[in-house]
């Protein structure tokens, strides 16, 4: 999950957002977890620990997003 959603600044680079608007993503099930972006003058960049409530949340579950596990040949 985590390396799908290290896109997720570049997918929000044309979102306009107040200076330090947190988004965050949560994922339920096993792999999840929450994933939080910060706006600044610069685009969008990772906090860890947002001392604010996000503007905006996303939940979704695991289940739509999990790949197909590789097949030995």
Known sequence: ??????ALPFALRDADAAYG???????????GGDWSVIGDDSGWDFVDSPRAAPACVVTLSQEPLRTRPLQPL
């Open 1 to 6: 999950m985590e390396t799908f959603l290290r």
């Open 21 to 31: 608007s947190i988004v965050t993503v949560r994922i339920e099930g096993e792999a």
